[in-house]
């Protein structure tokens, strides 16, 4: 039996005067809501109403029992009305976890406007360049730069792109521009967490792949980029990492007939069925900041 269901009919059925209406009332059939009542009566072993072919009477542990009906359910609805309430307000905590580039370059330099318009929204923002299991560590939201895996989790792309090399204008004025994959051989590279052997686009076939002479390895995204200014070499990641350098003349793009499509920097989040309205603002955040494309001057300009 639904307890919570029974006592629905019963305290229905004496605001309205009988079954037939408070049948109605429900949308049920008046047999249910009789079942339903006898039900909750046979649960309680004591009978609530007095029944005739022409009226109803509550009796004495019946009238004390509407009275307690009445405010529980009140209590119920309430707490109900409180929640979706808070469901559609963008107020409230959300928990994130983002590459260390993504959140430094692209995340965090957006977040006063973001506070301006949400002011009530509160930010717990977590950096990683690995896989984490957002469901079990607690997270409402996660961006990521990888194919997804986990079937438990809805994944909306924010932006795709290719894979680029690049390299400053000082180092290329001091070794020269490749013109082929090839000629990475008789030139510095910077490796990141992806390894040495670097793919491109063939015009005409398969992938090129080409082991590439390491000067440099570091595992932080944000850190190839900075090296890659610094003219220690020839860097090789998607074009939004790069794209504020790219913008101001600090790299210069290379090798760009050869360059492939990148995996799509996207956002996780456990599947269900109604998205809290706090995390939903955060997504369209996200989708704000990463509307850029590659052939807009201004990338950022749509969030601004």
């Known amino acids: 039996m639904d307890k919570f269901q029974a006592m629905t009919v019963f305290k229905t059925v004496v605001d309205h005067g009988g079954f037939t209406a408070a049948a109605r009332r429900l949308g049920i059939s008046p047999s249910a809501a009789t079942k339903n009542l006898t039900a909750l009566e046979d649960e309680l072993g004591i009978q609530l109403l007095n029944r005739s072919t022409r009226r109803i009477a509550l009796t004495d542990h019946g009238r004390e029992f509407y009275q307690s009906c009445v405010e529980i359910l009140g209590n119920l609805e309430e707490a109900e009305a409180a929640l979706r309430a808070k469901n559609k307000a963008a107020k409230g905590l959300v928990r994130i976890v983002m590459p260390y580039s993504f959140g430094r370059v692209t ?43 986990d079937s438990q989790l809805i994944q909306r792309v924010l932006h795709k792109g290719p894979v680029i090399c690049v390299a400053s204008p000082d180092y290329l004025a001091r070794h020269g521009l490749p013109q082929t994959p090839q000629d990475l051989a008789n030139h510095d590279c910077i490796i990141s967490n992806y390894g040495s052997e670097w793919r491109f686009r063939s015009p005409e076939g398969p992938d090129i792949k080409v082991d590439v002479k390491s000067v440099l390895t570091l595992r932080n995204g944000d850190a190839v980029r900075e090296a890659a200014v610094s003219g220690l070499g020839v860097a090789q990641s998607t074009w939004w990492l790069f794209r504020k350098d790219l913008r101001e003349g600090r790299l210069v793009p290379v090798l760009e007939p050869f360059e492939r499509e990148a995996v799509p920097i996207s956002v996780c989040y456990p599947a269900r069925k109604h998205v809290p309205q706090k995390v939903a603002t955060v997504l369209d955040f996200l989708k704000r900041i990463t509307s850029a494309s590659r052939t807009q001057s201004a990338p950022l300009a749509a969030a601004q």
């Open 107 to 149: 995340f965090t330099p957006e977040l006063p406007a973001f506070f301006k318009e949400n002011p009530e929204i509160r930010l717990d923002v977590h950096f990683s360049d690995d896989a984490i299991d957002i469901i079990k560590e607690g997270f409402d939201l996660a961006v990521r730069s990888r194919e997804l895996e």
